[in-house]
């Protein structure tokens, strides 16, 4: 595997022709491995409770905002909305708490869920195996669960209450998503959050090696969320220039050829077009980020999760897509049972 | 009396313990493994163990190999 | 950094095969040329008409005995084998080789797993020769093997590595030892092996069926060291120029 100092190296270069090369590497391993596909998913917000403290998010449990969770109907019009655009793939998110959102009300929401679309993941509070396992009957195809930073002393500055402050439980969530049989899981790390991203890469491609070793069945892929300054939070991350960002899609292409690498909505639509060449493979589209925040009458009320920098809609992403000869999928495959697989 | 030993028929005398048996027909008795109907059979105990009518012996050593 | 199986050192990382070798004396001299430091054996019934001198008198007490389980068709006769060359005193470390296959010589995955399930279960220290298959040498690993040995190419074939890829892979993803035995005809192939990464090499019939056996042990000691320190090295890759012009990337150098 690849060695932190050679992620320095990498990472730390300014040289417009290495960086060059970089990047035509990581693009024909992308097209090598992945042809010009680019699958395609939105995110649905159902709930912002929290019970944690995460200095750096609009939703933690001591910020003032308005609290709100979908209620049954409320989730068949959100989703039926974002299905009616041609979306396949829904990612549930919700904030992290165990008491508003516990398995049960996840597994409502996955089941409404199923009516509207044929692949499903979470990202949700880490759980025990058990209960992902019992996701994974009723048909959860991915789970999503970022360590947002591998640094220890970062991650305990910036959780400072709740159940995200065990900073052991959530990294070993990914092992019990894959014991409990669901065969995608997202990783990733918060940009931003840790001023030493090289390390945070470094340990974050070794959690992930680690998975490939012991559970290589299950699909991975790995995010990049860069954190935004959010003024109401006082939270300043560190610096995270688009040359590193893009150097780190690039980087991550290459050590791992067949990796999905998804790129949200918190990136512009320029930066997004840019790094579609470079090594994504997996985009949303038409995204909002707060809760019930597709079918509102009133936006302004309503506290997304962070802004959106890339506001087109499915059909203007399918067409930029085609124009530049990428391939949109909105479903690479369809669960048939998951019961039995259990 | 007659024995299988490795693979061929063999008369022996009844007479004889292991331990003749493996200084008869071994050049280097220190190096073979004796192995008796399946069973191993330690060094010890060739002196004290006879051979009956019908069985199988085995006797084997290190040699060449890939 | 030795390499380390089973709590022994090995300061060479070439292992000889002690077959086919046209006398003692090759072999006692290529077992000192090469400076390996771990042969393998078979066992055999003593060939009662020819009084054979034994072959561990030709080896020198520091060299570990690999015995192997040649002969064996499945896991059972392994076991068999193993048991009967722990009770020549000479250690318990086991090479498993378990062919089914008269024609290639090909090792049975399948049952070559059982044996080191068997083998592991018993004490034995357990070194599996095998096909290259990923999810074989998981298995194998999950059974208590101290290394895994993919075959290079067909035995005698003096083909090098034929599986080259497949052993990358082993060599990727598992994280015992990776012994490339089979196959291995040239000093050459030995180091692009070891080059690759692979942990170790065993090679028997060039060394025992060449000229001069000790010159080529010698060059195969000195061709597997050349190719573990490359390894270490880290080899620059071969990297093509990037044109003058930046479509990928220009855009982030812009002002």
Redesign the interface.
Same mark, same amino acid.
């Given at each position: 595997m690849i060695t932190l100092e050679e992620i320095r190296n990498i990472l730390g270069t300014q040289n417009p022709e290495q960086v060059e090369r970089l990047a035509r590497e990581a693009q024909k391993i992308t097209q090598h491995y992945f042809g010009r596909a680019i699958s395609l998913y939105a995110p649905v917000y159902i709930s912002n409770y929290c019970s944690s403290h995460c200095t750096y998010c609009g939703f933690h449990v001591r910020n003032r905002i308005n609290r709100i969770k979908l209620t049954r109907e409320e989730m068949h019009k959100e989703m039926s909305h974002v299905a009616q655009s041609g979306i396949e793939n829904i990612l549930i998110l919700t904030g992290e708490s165990y008491k508003a959102t516990p398995l049960s009300y996840l597994k409502e929401a996955v089941e409404i869920a199923k009516q509207y679309f044929s692949s499903i993941s979470l990202e949700v509070h880490p759980m025990e195996e058990a209960e992902y396992r019992e996701l994974f009957k009723i048909g959860v195809d991915g789970i999503a669960i970022y360590q947002e930073t591998y640094h220890r002393q970062r991650y305990a500055q910036v959780h400072l209450s709740g159940k995200k402050k065990d900073y052991d439980y959530r990294r070993s969530a990914p092992e019990r998503i894959a014991q409990a049989g669901i065969r995608q899981i997202s990783m990733g790390i918060l940009l931003g959050l840790a001023d030493d991203v090289e390390e945070d890469l470094y340990e974050l491609f070794e959690h992930l090696r680690w998975m490939e070793k012991n559970f290589p069945g299950v699909e991975y892929s790995l995010s990049f969320p860069r954190l935004r300054p959010i003024k109401s939070l006082g939270f300043e991350p560190c610096c995270v220039t688009d040359l590193i960002l893009i150097k780190a899609i690039c980087l991550t292409r290459i050590c791992f050829p067949r990796l999905g690498i998804n790129l949200s909505t918190r990136e512009n639509a320029q930066l997004r077009n840019r790094a579609l060449d470079l090594g994504i493979t997996k985009i949303s589209a038409a995204s909002k980020t707060s809760v019930g925040g597709y079918t509102t009458e009133n936006p302004e009320e309503l506290d997304p999760q962070f802004d959106i920098q890339d506001e087109r809609s499915v059909d203007e992403i399918v067409q930029m897509l085609k124009h530049r000869d990428f391939d949109p999928v909105f479903t690479d495959w369809r669960r048939i049972d998951n019961e039995s697989a259990a | 009396m007659n024995i299988t030993l490795n693979g061929r028929p063999q008369e022996i005398n009844p007479a004889m313990t292991l331990r003749n048996l493996v200084e008869q027909f071994c050049k280097n008795p220190a190096q073979v493994i004796v192995e008796l109907n399946g069973t191993i059979i330690k060094n010890e105990q060739w002196g004290s163990r006879k051979v009956q009518d019908g069985d199988t012996l085995e006797l084997v050593n290190l040699v060449g190999g890939g | 950094m030795p390499l380390a199986i089973a709590g022994k050192e090995f300061h060479n990382r070439f292992f000889l095969?002690?077959?086919?070798?046209r006398s003692k004396a090759d072999?006692a001299e290529s077992i000192a040329a090469s400076g390996t430091e771990i042969v393998?054996?078979?066992?055999?019934?003593?060939d009662?008409e020819h009084?054979?001198?034994?072959?561990?008198e030709y080896i020198p007490k520091s060299v570990t005995?690999l015995?192997?389980t @040649?002969g064996a068709r499945n896991a059972q006769e392994a076991l068999?084998i193993a048991?009967?060359?722990k009770? @020549?005193g000479?250690g318990n470390w086991i090479k498993i080789e378990v062919i089914n296959d008269s024609k290639y010589l090909l090792p049975d995955n399948y049952e070559t797993i059982k044996a080191t399930e068997m083998l592991v279960a018993e004490g034995f220290i357990v070194l599996p020769y095998m096909f290259p298959d990923?999810y074989v040498a998981?298995e194998l690993v999950k059974a208590g093997a101290a290394t895994v040995m993919p075959l290079g190419s067909l035995?005698g074939s003096h083909q090098g590595l034929k599986a080259k890829e497949f052993i990358k892979i082993l060599i990727d993803?598992i #994280?015992v030892p990776i012994v490339v035995d /089979?196959g291995i005809g040239r000093p050459s192939q030995a180091a692009e092996a070891m080059e690759m990464g692979a942990d170790a090499v065993?090679a028997?019939?060039a060394v /025992?069926t060449a000229g001069n056996p000790a010159h080529l042990a010698q060059a195969f000691g000195l061709a597997t060291a050349a190719g573990r320190l490359a390894y270490l090295s880290k080899l620059p890759s071969s990297?093509?120029h990037? #044109?003058a012009s930046?479509p990928?990337?220009?855009?982030?150098?812009e002002q």
């Open positions: - | - | 095969g002690t077959g086919k070798f072999l393998t054996v078979a066992l055999r019934r003593i009662l009084h054979e001198e034994n072959i561990v005995l015995v192997n @040649s068999r048991r009967l060359a009770a @020549s000479y990923l998981r035995i993803e #994280d /089979a065993l028997n019939t /025992a990297q093509s990037a #044109d930046s990928l990337t220009g855009f982030l150098f």
